[in-house]
């Protein structure tokens, strides 16, 4: 058994000790929170299961990682906060821990992330024997490994699109649905996710990967986007109102220019509701999912509807990630210490899983 320890337990962690505890490779050893109010709590509790674990959560990193464990799901957030996840993502590979997270957006094109994040984990493995692998959903399978599978049932291809269409107020992060994102601030208000470059930053390496597996060469990533304000003040379950003439909804693409057309793109068409821009397009049931379509010869569309946590489409999106993540442990435990990306690591089926129950 691989001793894991799942550091964070937000909408990611949450997962994540649930798909450590169902993976019959792997052992729970640790948990590791911030929130002094979690401290001392059982991870079955934390995990949202209806049953303990008998693992305390701890914030002692450096007990933690003197341990010794052989694997960290990193699960904190690096969306406002990149330099400390490094920074607590570099002390885990230090202690020879094969590390998996989705904190890291520069880390998933690993070969052309910039330096100051690249040079630090690469000393980190070179030191500790540790490897690091980052993924998601979107940046992540979605506009990965699920495009770049359904491709090679095509003849021809002509573009490869990959949406994520999503109501934000099932997102359980008011902060950054509000402020990174800008949802029910004035439209002259400019959300750090939007502004110019971001979205390559965050995108770009997804489309460079598929690029790179499809052996193509990119001319240029190009940016567009696209604001909507809310025509109404609407109300919502989780995160309360937005006002009408605040922003509502975005659409943006990230284009991966081959040959002077957009040939590869990533296209985000996210709401705060339902109401807005109602002409932009929806998800099969009105919450969120993502989508593949090969525009060639067959046309070929994917949609992938993912809930748990009581239906809810973001904690599924989350679930998967972890799936993903998670899933990759005990390859990255075989395989040599490195820095490894999407192309790298393989999709396998869930080997041991099938009629599997978590107690």
């Known amino acids: 058994m691989i001793s894991t320890v799942v550091w964070g337990t937000g909408n990611v962690g949450r997962a994540a000790v649930r798909a450590v505890e169902a993976h019959p490779a792997l052992k729970l ?9 979690k401290v001392g709590r059982d991870a079955g509790e934390l995990g949202g299961l209806d049953y303990p674990l008998g693992v305390a959560a701890t ?27 490094l920074a607590d993502i570099v002390r885990a590979l230090r202690a020879g821990a094969v590390v998996v997270t989705p904190a890291l957006y520069p880390l998933y094109d690993q070969r052309n992330a910039p330096p100051e994040f690249r040079e630090p984990v690469l000393a980190a493995i070179a030191e500790g024997g540790g490897s690091l692998f980052v993924s998601g959903v979107d940046p992540g399978w979605g506009n990965d490994v699920l495009p770049l599978l359904i491709s090679g049932l095509a003849t021809t291809i002509d573009v490869i699109r990959c949406q994520e269409i999503f109501d934000y107020s099932t997102y359980e992060q008011p902060d950054s649905v509000r402020y990174l994102v800008g949802m029910g601030q004035p439209m002259e208000y400019e959300p750090l996710m939007l502004m110019e470059t971001i979205p390559t930053m965050v995108w770009g390496g997804q489309i460079r990967l598929m690029a790179r597996a499809l052996g193509v060469e990119l001319d ?13 003040t609407v109300s919502t379950r989780t995160m309360g109102e937005f006002e009408a003439g605040t922003q509502g909804a975005v659409r943006f693409e990230v284009q991966g220019i081959v040959e ?9 068409v996210t709401r705060i509701h339902p109401s807005c821009a109602p002409d932009w397009p929806q998800p099969p049931d009105g919450t969120g999912a993502h989508r593949v379509i090969i525009e060639g010869r067959p046309r070929i569309e994917v949609t992938v509807e993912a809930a748990d946590e009581g239906e809810n489409r973001s904690a599924g999106g989350n679930a998967t990630a972890v799936g993903r993540l998670v899933g990759a442990i005990d390859w990255l435990v075989e395989a040599a210490p490195g820095l490894y990306d999407a192309l790298d690591v393989p999709l396998r089926p869930a080997v041991g899983k099938l009629g599997r129950k978590q107690r």
């Open 29 to 37: 050893v640790n948990v590791l929170v911030h929130n002094p109010g």
């Open 260 to 268: 002077g057309e957009a040939r590869i793109v990533i296209e985000h």
């Open 59 to 85: 914030d002692d990193i450096d007990a933690v990682l003197a341990a010794g464990p052989q694997a960290v799901v990193y699960a904190a957030s690096g969306d406002i906060r990149p330099d400390d996840a």
């Open 220 to 232: 240029e990533i190009r940016e567009t986007m696209d604001r909507r304000p809310l025509e109404t």
